[in-house]
């Protein structure tokens, strides 16, 4: 038995029944029937059927933002962004996908050969907690309208949320079955990897469910992509435009109470401004408005879950026996809430937690870079790789630092961010593979080549 509860009062708000592996074993057969019908279907027929979906996403956006909210504590505000962009994704989609897969002709010794793009299967979706509903629809909305069927496993504590997704695909007119919500736990997950039917695995989590997967899909032979989080640097280089810089940087920072993979966790700041970039990050920090998730005023809700919170304390309280120094926060706000004060911690070295781990809650770190060398060093000088931000008004050297700094991504002058119209994922220990744009559409499918004589 699951159970969603709210992170901000404890309240049970839903109880759920997991599948047994017969009833997994039935629903892969009947994703697996409806898929032999969906990818008959024609880029138009699928599209339409998206632009239905994400219609009905902005006209129930209160009720989804609502969900999202009280499943998982963030901000209405931010859960309302969510479904925003969820029907912005659906909407890309239907408009561009039939481009992103024409068949590509390639001129050889053939009278004619080209390379074309087909459906697979079913594709397995496991999906993390702290975007519910985008981390859904980021897996399944390219992978369906390259004509495969999908297949949902999400968090525990956000099921309520995945029993909304399916029910909005059928809503929207899909053939029961496109979309497919599994309830089970993580000791079934192998078993949905292995069967004949699943021809590929997307996970977004953390490096230890990562490696799980990853050897999963090798041993079955199938396909996987991983987005496994991040340590992302922030880089500030003394002619950056300090105000923006500043406060951009704590939005990228304490979104979501800090539990975002792509956002800034090690400020890098020449010397030359880093004082006065501490303390107004210090004065805005202590300035955040903690509350009620639901209320309009409120900036920063709980953290998601009890051991969430323990592990960013832990993280926390072993840096600062380390050398590390709280400038605010550093605490919880109270005993009986999920409640991180908004954290500000300098002194930091590599081997301390708070520099080596991807610290996935409200605590930012603030390091000193010699010069603009020195802070490409520092950004590098981490097992993960996927997301960059640098600040800079010399354009020209912020490309030629671009070109250095190991990430999947890398963001002047703004922070990271995924955008349907761009590619999405990591290098190093952050992952492979990429979801969205055309090379996350190209990640499940057969790239066929057709030779004729």
Same mark, same amino acid.
């Not at 020195?374 to 590098?380: K, P, Q, S, Y």
């Given at each position: 038995?699951?159970?969603?509860?709210?992170?901000?009062?404890?309240?049970?708000?839903?109880?759920?029944?997991?599948?047994?592996?017969?009833?997994?074993?039935?629903?892969?057969?009947?994703?697996?029937?409806?898929?032999?019908?969906?990818?008959?279907?024609?880029?138009?027929?699928?599209?339409?059927?998206?632009?239905?979906?994400?219609?009905?996403?902005?006209?129930?956006?209160?009720?989804?933002?609502?969900?999202?909210?009280?499943?998982?504590?963030?901000?209405?505000?931010?859960?309302?962004?969510?479904?925003?962009?969820?029907?912005?994704?659906?909407?890309?989609?239907?408009?561009?996908?039939?481009?992103?897969?024409?068949?590509?002709?390639?001129?050889?010794?053939?009278?004619?050969?080209?390379?074309?793009?087909?459906?697979?299967?079913?594709?397995?979706?496991?999906?993390?907690?702290?975007?519910?509903?985008?981390?859904?629809?980021?897996?399944?909305?390219?992978?369906?309208?390259?004509?495969?069927?999908?297949?949902?496993?999400? #968090?525990?504590?956000? &099921?309520?949320?995945?029993?909304? =997704?399916? !029910?909005?695909?059928? +809503?929207?007119?899909?053939?029961?079955? *496109?979309?497919?919500?599994?309830?089970?736990?993580?000791?079934?997950?192998?078993?949905?990897?292995?069967?004949?039917?699943?021809?590929?695995?997307?996970?977004?989590?953390?490096?230890?469910?990562?490696?799980?997967?990853?050897?999963?899909?090798?041993?079955?032979?199938?396909?996987?992509?991983?987005?496994?989080?991040?340590?992302?640097?922030?880089?500030?280089?003394?002619?950056?435009?300090?105000?923006?810089?500043?406060?951009?940087?704590?939005?990228?920072?304490?979104?979501?109470?800090?539990?975002?993979?792509?956002? #800034?966790?090690?400020? &890098?700041?020449?010397?030359?401004? =880093?004082? !006065?970039?501490?303390? +107004?990050?210090?004065?805005?920090?202590? *300035?955040?408005?903690?509350?009620?998730?639901?209320?309009?005023?409120?900036?920063?809700?709980?953290?998601?879950?009890?051991?969430?919170?323990?592990?960013?304390?832990?993280?926390?309280?072993?840096?600062?026996?380390?050398?590390?120094?709280?400038?605010?926060?550093?605490?919880?706000?109270?005993?009986?809430?999920?409640?991180?004060?908004?954290?500000?911690?300098?002194?930091?070295?590599?081997?301390?937690?708070?520099?080596?781990?991807?610290?996935?809650?409200?605590?930012?770190?603030?390091?000193?870079?010699?010069?603009?060398?020195?802070?490409?060093?520092?950004?590098?000088?981490?097992?993960?790789?996927?997301?960059?931000?640098?600040?800079?008004?010399?354009?020209?050297?912020?490309?030629?630092?671009?070109?250095?700094?190991?990430?999947?991504?890398?963001?002047?002058?703004?922070?990271?961010?995924?955008?349907?119209?761009?590619?999405?994922?990591?290098?190093?220990?952050?992952?492979?593979?990429?979801?969205?744009?055309?090379?996350?559409?190209?990640?499940?499918?057969?790239?066929?080549?057709?030779?004729?004589?």
């Amino acid at each position: 038995m699951f159970q969603s509860i709210n992170p901000y009062n404890g309240a049970v708000i839903f109880e759920h029944t997991e599948h047994t592996a017969q009833e997994v074993e039935n629903l892969i057969s009947k994703t697996h029937h409806t898929y032999l019908q969906w990818k008959t279907f024609g880029f138009q027929q699928r599209g339409d059927l998206f632009r239905k979906l994400g219609e009905l996403l902005r006209t129930n956006k209160e009720t989804f933002a609502t969900l999202i909210t009280t499943e998982m504590g963030k901000i209405i505000s931010e859960s309302r962004a969510e479904i925003e962009k969820c029907a912005w994704l659906c909407d890309h989609y239907a408009g561009h996908a039939e481009e992103m897969l024409k068949t590509e002709i390639i001129k050889t010794d053939a009278g004619k050969s080209y390379l074309r793009f087909d459906p697979v299967g079913i594709i397995y979706g496991i999906m993390p907690w702290n975007f519910p509903f985008w981390q859904a629809f980021r897996a399944a909305v390219p992978t369906m309208m390259a004509g495969n069927t999908f297949m949902l496993k999400h #968090a525990p504590n956000v &099921i309520g949320t995945a029993k909304a =997704i399916e !029910q909005l695909f059928l +809503e929207a007119g899909f053939p029961e079955n *496109a979309f497919t919500n599994l309830i089970i736990p993580v000791a079934l997950s192998e078993k949905v990897i292995a069967h004949p039917f699943v021809e590929g695995v997307t996970l977004t989590g953390s490096q230890r469910a990562g490696r799980i997967v990853a050897t999963q899909a090798g041993k079955y032979l199938k396909k996987s992509v991983l987005e496994l989080g991040g340590s992302d640097p922030y880089i500030v280089l003394k002619d950056a435009e300090f105000n923006v810089s500043c406060k951009t940087g704590v939005c990228s920072r304490f979104l979501n109470a800090g539990q975002v993979c792509i956002s #800034a966790k090690r400020f &890098i700041v020449e010397e030359a401004v =880093i004082n !006065q970039f501490i303390e +107004e990050q210090k004065r805005l920090l202590e *300035a955040m408005v903690l509350g009620d998730p639901m209320n309009e005023d409120t900036e920063m809700g709980p953290m998601a879950r009890p051991d969430l919170l323990e592990n960013i304390e832990k993280q926390v309280s072993q840096s600062v026996q380390m050398g590390a120094k709280i400038l605010c926060g550093g605490k919880r706000r109270d005993n009986k809430s999920l409640f991180y004060e908004p954290t500000l911690i300098t002194n930091v070295k590599k081997g301390m937690p708070v520099f080596d781990e991807e610290t996935f809650g409200p605590v930012s770190v603030v390091i000193p870079a010699k010069d603009a060398e020195d802070a490409i060093r520092i950004a590098n000088d981490t097992h993960y790789g996927l997301g960059a931000s640098l600040w800079t008004q010399d354009l020209e050297l912020a490309e030629t630092l671009a070109a250095k700094i190991e990430a999947g991504a890398v963001f002047i002058n703004g922070m990271t961010k995924s955008d349907p119209r761009l590619p999405f994922g990591g290098t190093k220990r952050s992952g492979y593979g990429r979801e969205l744009a055309y090379p996350g559409i190209r990640e499940f499918v057969n790239q066929k080549t057709v030779w004729i004589a």
